[in-house]
């Protein structure tokens, strides 16, 4: 992971990730409120899906970054299935998604990750332990009472989904990732119109659907053009 990520990204992919770090930066701006780690893990959350969109390693490796940060945020605002998520689970399946990553590239010596086909029996093991991972955390979040609940548990199945399908380097990983900003635009909704520091969350998330939608589509079409290669 010695290359400049940047050096493949598209004009597409430029608009994008810049108009994402400036909404999320008038988001701050506008709450009146600075918060340095709400800052950064927003900033570095949309440059980590940028360069998944583009199936580069450094996707992974700023996410597992990502997890940390949005955890310490998550902690502050009581959302222990938030936190208890990216440090238990998005954490480690994003550097087991790494490993897988690298370990596939599309040809040696591309930053590009090979894109697998999903086979019927991945489908069945992602949904069985996808239910079971969630089964188990539902009980872990009503023991220490935490807020959303019903949220909270929508959240740890869709970010496992996500992750799971990322590690498998399907091109679906995208659209777990966008159901779950979708749950976590309605999670923080409710802290936003408490208190209005916490409103550039709502509009990270919303720039994170976004990025995932893109990444789906750039995957699709990177998926045919690696299948006629």
């Not at 990322?166 to 979708?182: K, M, P, V």
């Amino acid at each position: 992971m010695t290359h400049n990520p940047f050096s493949a990204m598209t004009w597409r992919s430029w608009t994008l990730w810049l108009a994402s770090l400036g909404m999320v930066l008038a988001a701050h701006i506008g709450a009146g409120r600075l918060n340095a780690l709400t800052l950064a893990a927003t900033l570095l959350g949309v440059t980590a899906l940028i360069f998944m969109a583009l199936g580069d390693p450094w996707g992974q490796a700023l996410t597992a970054v990502f997890s940390v940060l949005y955890a310490l945020v998550a902690w502050h605002q009581r959302y222990f299935g938030e936190m208890i998520t990216y440090l238990g689970m998005t954490l480690p399946m994003a550097l087991l998604a790494l490993v897988s990553w690298l370990r596939h590239p599309y040809q040696a010596g591309y930053a590009e990750v090979a894109i697998s086909r999903l086979r019927r029996r991945d489908l069945l093991l992602g949904g069985l332990s996808g239910a079971a991972v969630t089964s188990v955390f539902y009980f872990i979040l009503l023991a220490l009472d935490t807020p959303e609940l019903t949220l909270s548990t929508l959240s740890i199945f869709t970010s496992y989904a996500a992750a799971y399908l990322t590690w498998r380097r399907s091109s679906l990983y995208a659209l777990g990732y966008a159901a779950n900003d979708a749950v976590l635009i309605l999670l923080w909704l409710p802290a936003a119109r408490q208190d209005v520091s916490h409103a550039p969350m709502v509009i990270c998330f919303l720039m994170f659907l976004m990025n995932d939608l893109y990444g789906f589509f750039c995957w699709k079409r990177r998926a045919r053009r690696q299948r006629l290669a």
